[in-house]
């Protein structure tokens, strides 16, 4: 019974994005009210606290939506201030140059640019960057979120130099190689599902042979050296490393087999400054250890009796450093002259993505501290046998409630390991499982479509994106779910 109520504000609020196409804003407000309506008439009783509980909620959701729209902030004023000084048009240009190939174009940046840029930044940096990119090359907005989406998620396991997977590392103590390795493993698998839904979403009709061709060279650029770095190194480089090593090799085997005509060097150096700038800066302050503990110690935090929290490390924060490249790239090519108007063009947009995610996180927030989520969680648990198929999916849960894989990771981890213990199945595969989960769940992340979507104009339309993503989130976790099963049964304790 608790957990059919427990399931209830999610079932509603993918019926109304998915299916009635409402706005993630309205979608989330309605979730909203049903999951407080469960809070208080089925799991007050229990959990006690109704008032406090919601309290926390509320304020947690606000610290959440105020770290969130730092980055979509900037990433909009990106958009604006390439826009127009014309950049984006030129690398449009510069690309369409290179290959003339739609599916090839959607590759070097669905692909290898959003997973570099989620290995180096993360927590939805790579949507909010690559989304407006694919748009000026002219793809419908819708689907160059969607292409987005598909296209960073086999690197979130590894996002912000591997945070997620170090975050479970912390909490349980397993191994950093042996856990990253088996993640690895398991987006390498999976993977081409995601690379060919967004190959095929690129273009018209079926996908040819020369296609597949390219698609098999992308998926194995990255993925082989994205594995051997989280087996031997750990979670940190997988997706930073995987997608430049991959990016160059796919880069030299296109330039011999297409040829192409070369754009200016020093025109396209100009127009991609603020991105190298960006990159510089996410490489620096997360590779160089005296930087990193330098600008990550200055934290601001609040805390709200012993259950609620919040800390906020500006100088760190991935929207900071989208900020500093911006302006460093604009200083740089003598271009400051359209920051303000960038910026202005920027807050005028940025009200609706602030009422989405808002409504969105104070239902996860709701969730979480009400009680709902331990309800899910118990009751997938009493599977049995069975769980490791369903494992992954917990891990989509999660990042669907926060928005974040590394929350749902800190969420649900630790319940994993105990399932593990319990059945006596090995944790890494389980934890693995988790780490999987909440990665691929990046694609249905309301957050994440709600700042993709902001970046290229279609903020009420997120309902859309939602009904294209869900059923390749779905059949990944399965995927995700079969492999381990078979590694529990192929590993048993």
């Known amino acids: 019974m608790t957990a059919a109520a427990a399931a209830l504000p999610l079932a509603i609020v993918l019926a109304a994005m998915g299916w009635a196409h409402l706005s993630a804003a309205k979608a989330g407000a309605i979730g909203l009210a049903v999951a407080l309506a469960v809070v208080v008439l089925v799991f007050a009783p229990h959990e006690g606290g109704t008032i406090l509980t919601l309290a926390g909620a509320g304020a947690e959701a606000l610290s959440s939506t105020a770290t969130i729209l730092w980055i979509v902030l ?45 290995g180096a930044a993360g927590f939805g940096t790579p949507v909010a960057l690559a989304a407006p990119l694919l748009a000026g090359l002219g793809y419908p907005p819708v689907r160059a979120v969607i292409l987005a989406l598909l296209g ?99 880069a030299a085997v296109l330039r011999r087999k297409q040829g192409g005509t070369l754009p200016d060097m020093a025109a396209l150096a100009r127009d991609i400054a603020p991105y190298a700038a960006i990159l510089a800066l996410v490489l620096a302050t997360r590779l160089i250890g005296p930087v990193q503990d330098a600008l990550s110690g200055i934290e601001v935090s609040w805390s709200l009796g012993d ?41 005028a947009r940025i009200g609706p993505v602030a009422l989405a995610l808002l409504a969105m996180l104070a239902l996860s927030r709701v969730m979480v501290h009400g009680g709902l989520i331990s309800a899910l969680a118990e009751a997938a648990a009493t599977t049995g046998a069975f769980w490791p198929l369903l494992a992954p999916l917990i891990g989509v849960l999660g990042t ?8 749902s990771n800190i969420l649900f981890t630790e319940f994993q390991t105990g399932v593990a213990e319990t059945l006596s199945y090995p944790p890494v595969a389980l934890a693995a499982a ?60």
């Open 152 to 250: 960073h998620a086999a690197g979130v396991s590894f996002g912000a130099v591997g945070t997620p997977t170090l975050a479970q590392v912390n909490l349980t103590g397993l191994s950093p190689t042996a856990l990253a390795g088996s993640a690895a493993l398991m987006h390498a698998i999976v993977s081409p599902l995601l690379l060919i839904a967004t190959v095929r979403l690129a273009g018209e009709g079926r996908l040819s042979p020369f296609d597949i061709g390219w698609t098999l060279l992308a998926w194995i650029s990255f993925a082989v050296p994205s594995v051997a770095l989280a087996a031997l190194a750990g979670p940190e480089l997988p997706s930073l490393g995987g997608a430049l090593i991959g990016l160059i090799v796919f």
């Open 307 to 347: 259950r609620f929290s919040g800390s906020f490390a500006p100088l760190y924060h991935p929207g900071t450093l989208l900020f500093a490249g911006l302006g460093l790239g604009a200083l740089a090519t003598g271009r400051t002259g359209a920051l303000l108007p960038a910026l202005s063009g920027a807050l």
């Open 434 to 493: 988790q780490g999987f989960g909440s990665a691929i769940g990046n694609i249905i992340a309301p957050h994440n479509i709600i700042a993709g979507s902001a970046t290229v104009g279609i903020v009420a339309r997120e309902g859309e994106v939602l009904s294209k993503t869900l059923g390749l989130c779905l059949a990944a976790s399965l995927m995700g779910g079969a492999l381990t099963f078979a590694a529990t049964w192929a590993f048993p304790i």
């Open 74 to 118: 900037p990433a909009l004023a990106l958009y604006e201030f390439q826009a127009k000084v014309g950049a984006l048009e030129r690398i449009r240009v510069a690309l369409t140059g290179l290959t003339g190939d739609r599916r090839i174009q959607a590759i070097l940046i669905a692909w290898f640019f959003g997973l570099f840029m989620e």
């Open 400 to 407: 669907f409630v926060t928005g974040s894989a590394t929350a």
